[in-house]
């Protein structure tokens, strides 16, 4: 099955700072998502992108389907932007698969 | 906005204990997954479905199972719960395909 794997593992910025989070999968992909997981453990959408570029206010992602990749850019990080970014992606088999994660902390 | 719910939000349980977690959508989405989480650690699918009478064994190993005999109720059931079923269990749904899914805010499970 695909492999997905998130770098880096773990980021500190401070307020204000961009950054670059990467996801890197094994095989095509019919699905990629991206996901923020709140304190509480809840997994929020945030983009849905299995080729291409979006953005959504200081978030944007782009993934290059040819190269397997796909990056989310975080720009003028906040505080609230803290927690843990998954990517997951789908293949030929219809499951989506998570990577092991970005914990990002971002500090005032 | 996505309508999936989980109950219960949080459950502390003794060893042995039969407990059910359910998920519920208002979708109609035919595609219904779980998925247990460790604390720190990513998530990983332990059961899905396409659809009515549909169930299928995800990558990880889990003693739970699950139904699906309506559309809309995809509940897990441990028969005995164990310590080792401590963990965060989210329930998610989609279209058929590769389409974009969805999940409920999850239940933190505790044997104690």
């Known amino acids: 099955g695909i492999q997905v794997e998130q770098s880096p593992p773990d980021l500190i910025l401070q307020e204000g700072a961009n950054s670059t989070l990467r996801c890197n999968f094994s095989?095509?992909?019919?699905?990629l998502q991206w996901f923020h997981q709140n304190p509480w453990g809840q997994l929020i959408n945030l983009f849905y992108?299995?080729?291409g570029t979006k953005q959504n206010g200081r978030l944007s992602a782009t993934t290059v389907a040819t190269e397997r990749y796909s990056l989310l850019y975080i720009s003028s990080s906040q505080t609230t932007d803290s927690g843990v970014y998954f990517c997951?992606?789908?293949?030929?088999?219809?499951?989506?698969?998570f990577g092991t994660g970005t914990l990002l902390a971002v500090q005032p | 906005e996505a309508d999936i719910y989980q109950t219960p939000r949080y459950l502390v349980i003794g060893t042995g204990k039969k407990i059910t977690l359910e998920c519920s959508q208002t979708?109609?989405?035919?595609?219904m997954y779980w998925y247990q989480q460790d604390p720190g650690m990513e998530l990983h699918l332990i059961h899905y479905?396409?659809?009515?009478?549909?169930?299928e064994k995800g990558d990880l190993s889990s003693e739970s199972t699950v139904s699906r005999i309506r559309t809309e109720h995809f509940p897990l059931t441990l028969e005995s719960a164990r310590p080792s079923h401590t963990s965060q269990y989210l329930c998610?749904?989609?279209?058929?395909?590769?389409?974009?899914?969805?999940f409920g805010q999850g239940t933190r499970l505790t044997v104690v």
């Open positions: 998610a749904s989609s279209l058929p395909g590769n389409t974009e899914a969805f």
């Open positions: 095989d095509s992909v019919n699905n």
């Open positions: 992108i299995p080729s």
């Open positions: 997951a992606a789908g293949g030929a088999t219809n499951k989506l698969i």
């Open positions: 979708m109609g989405h035919d595609k």
């Open positions: 479905s396409y659809g009515v009478n549909s169930t």
